[in-house]
Nanobody, 129 residues
Framework: QVQLVESGGGLVQPGGSLTLSCAAS????????IGWFRQAPGKEREAVSC????????YYEHSVQGRFVISTDKAKNTVYLVMNRLKPEDSAVYYCATDRAIYYCDHDYEPIIEDFTSWGQGTQVTVSS
């Protein structure tokens, strides 16, 4: 059974950093992509980043490019999202998600949220002074 568990959210001041973790079970990260998505109050859920199975390629939403880094620890079957130079507009609930049919994340194309069928419970990130 596929399971994703996020952790690492919290309250941070503008300009600070957080590292989110997505612990996966029921499959291996060599076989499926993992996407990070976020949803702020009153807004639609949006794709933030994605890493292909085997970490072959990555995608970053334009506003986080150069600030966020996605990576995989195969030994722990965990995906990380390191978030630097955080801004108040980064505040949201962050989710990781996957689907057995998704292996590749294209650098230039936003992942389609509806394609991801297995989701974690989310972790809250609040950027505020």
């Amino acid at each position: 059974q596929v399971q994703l568990v996020e952790s690492g959210g919290g309250l941070v001041q503008p300009g600070g950093s957080l590292t989110l973790s997505c612990a996966a079970s029921g499959f291996t990260l060599d076989d499926q992509a993992i996407g990070w998505f976020r949803q702020a109050p009153g807004k639609e859920r949006e794709a933030v980043s994605c890493i292909s199975g085997g970490a072959e390629s990555t995608y970053y939403e334009h506003s986080v490019q150069g600030r966020f880094v996605i990576s995989t620890d195969k030994a722990k079957n965990t995906v990380y999202l390191v978030m630097n130079r955080l801004k108040p507009e980064d505040s949201a609930v962050y989710y990781c998600a996957t689907d057995r049919a998704i292996y590749y994340c294209d650098h230039d194309y936003e992942p389609i949220i509806e394609d991801f069928t297995s989701w974690g419970q989310g972790t809250q990130v609040t950027v505020s002074s």
